[in-house]
Antibody, heavy 120, light 107 residues
Framework: QVQLQESGSGLVKPSETLSLTCTIS??????????WNWIRQPPGKDLEYIGYIYYSGSTYYNPSLKSRVTMSVDRSNNQFSLKLNSVTAADTAIYYCAREVLLRNYFDPWGQGTLVTVSS | DIQMTQSPSSLSASVGDRVAITCRAT??????LNWYQQKPGKAPELLIYAATTLQRGVPSRFSGSGSGTDFTLTISTLQPGDFATYFC?????????FGQGTKVAIK
């Protein structure tokens, strides 16, 4: 059974860079047919899609965040990562990683999510 | 971006009730519509994909219907474990977008 687990700093200062990693267990990130995604939910607000990365390193970023987002893959550690720079309080959210099954176009599974707070 | 609107935002129901949650897209998304369940502090879980297909392991009391712009998630007989938040998500185009969620609470 595939499981995803987010990790990273829970507190980031304004203007600095948020860094999160998603560790995959039960499958290899190099298995074809999937994209590896980041999604966030600010407190009391809707889920917001951040973007995806393929195992090859190809990426898609939501245009609303594109100028500040970088995603990467670490095949040796079976992980993928998110960096969001120049953060503000508006970036405070629960961040989820999730696998999208490409032929079916759904997210499964998701990680449990990690709260990142932007505050000085 | 395609906007997804769910209704209601919350509802109160009793065990055994039939519950219906609707999701509307701002443009046609064919059947590219997924439903998830989320309990507090837990990861969202896929219930239904492609508008009507039940994910493996999901009880048959859950069902999905609709196509185009209007979709419905129905729980035929609400069980104690079904009290949770449900949200829809379109996979017709990028960026993927989500409904705001419907919280199902105990009456």
């Amino acid at each position: 059974q595939v499981q995803l687990q987010e990790s990273g700093s829970g507190l980031v200062k304004p203007s600095e860079t948020l860094s999160l990693t998603c560790t995959i267990s039960g499958d290899s990130i190099s298995t074809g047919g999937y994209s590896w995604n980041w999604i966030r939910q600010p407190p009391g607000k809707d889920l917001e899609y951040i973007g995806y990365i393929y195992y090859s390193g190809s990426t898609y970023y939501n245009p609303s965040l594109k100028s500040r987002v970088t995603m990467s893959v670490d095949r040796s550690n079976n992980q993928f990562s998110l960096k969001l720079n120049s953060v503000t309080a508006a970036d405070t959210a629960i961040y989820y990683c999730a696998r999208e099954v490409l032929l079916r176009n759904y997210f499964d599974p998701w990680g449990q999510g990690t709260l990142v707070t932007v505050s000085s | 971006d395609i906007q997804m609107t769910q209704s209601p935002s919350s509802l109160s129901a009793s065990v055994g009730d039939r519950v219906a949650i609707t999701c509307r897209a701002t443009q046609s998304i064919s059947n590219y519509l997924n439903w998830y369940q989320q309990k507090p502090g837990k990861a969202p879980e896929l219930l239904i994909y492609a508008a009507t297909t039940l994910q493996r392991g999901v009880p048959s009391r859950f069902s999905g219907s609709g196509s185009g712009t209007d979709f419905t998630l129905t729980i035929s007989t609400l069980q104690p474990g079904d009290f949770a938040t449900y949200f829809c998500q379109q996979s017709f185009s990028t960026p993927r977008t989500f409904g705001q969620g419907t919280k199902v609470a105990i009456k």
